[in-house]
């Protein structure tokens, strides 16, 4: 038998498994700045905006045109001397807060942030529940009383 089959499969996994764990870097030569410093800033504010029609990527790594638009955009708002908190205002303004990879702390944004651990502590509560009282289940029952002797012994006679 030989290795070659296996060894084969498990390169081209590992080349395939390294190609998919790089960064699309969508950024086109015409779309960087010359001033280094802007285009760092630009390049974390495009990191950190959805791109809207891939929706799972950043704008920074989408080939969409509208991700481009939005990159182009950015770039032309840093230019103007926009902040980073105006340009994301602007952004978010005009597309919503879904246009955030990772939304901001407001009342209409809470549901996301706090569902997951309140369902977490549900589930804890209900697991230690039925925890324990399958544990006061699981205990040697009480002996019967003198009454209930009498009953139990009047029920097995009559058959």
């Given at each position: 038998?030989?290795?070659?089959?296996?060894?084969?499969?498990?390169?081209?996994?590992l080349?395939?498994?390294?190609?998919?764990?790089?960064?699309?870097?969508?950024?086109?030569?015409?779309?960087?700045?010359?001033?280094?410093?802007?285009?760092?800033?630009?390049?974390?504010?495009?990191?950190?905006?959805?791109?809207?029609?891939?929706?799972?990527?950043?704008i920074?790594?989408?080939?969409?045109?509208?991700?481009?638009?939005?990159?182009?955009?950015?770039?032309?708002?840093?230019?103007?001397?926009?902040s980073?908190?105006?340009?994301?205002?602007?952004?978010?303004?005009?597309?919503?807060?879904?246009?955030?990879?990772?939304?901001?702390?407001?009342?209409?944004?809470?549901?996301?942030?706090?569902?997951?651990?309140?369902?977490?502590?549900?589930?804890?509560?209900?697991?230690?529940?039925?925890?324990?009282?399958?544990?006061?289940?699981?205990?040697?029952?009480?002996?019967?009383?003198?009454?209930?002797?009498?009953?139990?012994?009047?029920?097995?006679?009559?058959?």
């Amino acid at each position: 038998m030989t290795t070659r089959g296996p060894l084969l499969a498990f390169l081209l996994s590992l080349v395939v498994g390294l190609c998919l764990t790089v960064p699309a870097g969508a950024v086109q030569p015409d779309e960087v700045l010359d001033d280094p410093a802007l285009e760092g800033r630009a390049r974390a504010l495009s990191a950190g905006l959805r791109c809207l029609v891939c929706q799972n990527q950043s704008i920074d790594d989408s080939d969409a045109p509208l991700a481009k638009d939005l990159r182009v955009l950015v770039r032309e708002r840093l230019k103007a001397g926009d902040s980073d908190e105006e340009i994301i205002d602007f952004v978010v303004s005009r597309y919503g807060e879904f246009v955030l990879l990772k939304p901001r702390l407001l009342p209409q944004t809470w549901a996301l942030w706090f569902a997951t651990p309140l369902v977490l502590l549900v589930a804890l509560g209900v697991i230690l529940f039925s925890y324990r009282r399958r544990k006061a289940l699981a205990k040697s029952p009480k002996p019967l009383t003198a009454n209930e002797k009498r009953r139990l012994k009047r029920l097995v006679n009559e058959d």
